[in-house]
């Protein structure tokens, strides 16, 4: 993957394919001590021990979890390569967690990417989910939430363009802003 | 910088036009992007984007721009099917956000599958 923005849309399509009603993604970053956490929490069926076993090795799942396949492993091989690591936390009936772990100051650090664009494809390609977006840069914080903007929106489809393009400037300014 | 107090008047500006626009029936096109790990490594979310602003900008009814899984050709990948009720199935392969375009005016709009980026058109 050539964005983690890009590891992130994969791994939130694992949580709607696992039935998650609300599915939060945060990204913080710290600029003094090069660090970064990206995370997935979701809502939706969860996993066994067994299984979170074998979603990290991408040899062992092919039949079994085949939904699952080669997101887990990049997304790790990602993290491990600037020094950084994966976690995964699920329980069955409760839901998962994802949190990969990067230091910034690493040659072979991925760029985050195009962020905005991933949440905006999140969200408008599946209304009838809501997603919470963290982005947190040192003390700054910019939480987008879509059950505020449904609220906001009444009938008004999220799906609809205007909306659509609103959305993406509203996340790419707000988090443009924490970088300043 | 945008808020959420602008998103109040896209809502009332949209909710007068959606009253006027017609439901989309079963002759409906449909546009299917693959996103699995292999479509979004090989840059499916450009092509998903350029298709939902292609298809709002010529304000096109009756078209749908909706997501799948793994279609089973990875190598192929970024790859769109365009599925219209009694026509053969299209597959595009090796989509770009530059051969968008063409797709939707040629294909969507006038009905001429673009040969060239099709699934049959590989060697």
Not at chain 1, 128 to 143: G, S
Request: net charge negative; with cysteine.
């Amino acid at each position: 993957m050539r964005e983690l923005s890009l590891n992130i849309l994969d791994i939130a399509q694992n949580s709607i394919s696992a039935g998650a009603s609300l599915i939060t993604i945060e990204v913080s970053e710290n600029t003094t001590d090069y660090t970064l956490l990206i995370g997935i929490y979701d809502n939706g069926k969860g996993m066994s021990e067994e299984q979170v076993k074998s979603v990290i090795d991408p040899f062992f799942t092919t039949r079994t979890t085949r939904k699952v396949g080669m997101g887990i492993p990049l997304f790790k091989m990602a993290a491990e390569q600037t020094g950084g690591s994966l976690e995964i936390k699920s329980e069955l009936g409760v839901g998962t967690e994802v949190r990969a772990y990067f230091k910034t100051d690493s040659v072979d650090f991925t760029p985050l990417g195009d962020v905005s664009s991933t949440i905006q494809m999140l969200i408008t390609m599946n209304t009838d989910r809501d997603f919470v977006y963290k982005h947190i840069v040192n003390e700054k914080e910019f939480v987008c939430d879509t059950r505020e903007i449904k609220a906001i929106l009444g009938d008004v489809p999220l799906d609809t363009y205007e909306v659509s393009q609103w959305l993406k400037d509203f996340i790419t300014e707000n988090t443009e802003v924490l970088y300043k | 910088m945008k808020t959420l107090a602008e998103l109040m008047a896209i809502k009332e500006a949209t909710k007068q036009r959606m009253t006027v626009r017609e439901d989309t029936g079963d002759d409906a096109i449909r546009i299917v992007v693959g996103m699995a790990t292999c479509g979004i490594a090989a840059g499916a979310r450009p092509v998903l984007n350029a298709f939902v602003d292609e298809v709002a900008k010529r304000n096109l009814k009756g078209v749908t721009v909706s997501q799948t899984g793994c279609i089973g050709m990875c190598q192929y990948e970024p790859i769109v099917e365009v599925i219209q009720p009694g026509k053969e199935k299209v597959t595009y392969v090796k989509m770009t956000a530059d051969k968008v375009a063409k797709v939707v005016n040629d294909h969507i709009v006038n009905g001429n599958p673009v040969a060239e980026y099709t699934v049959s058109a590989i060697k």
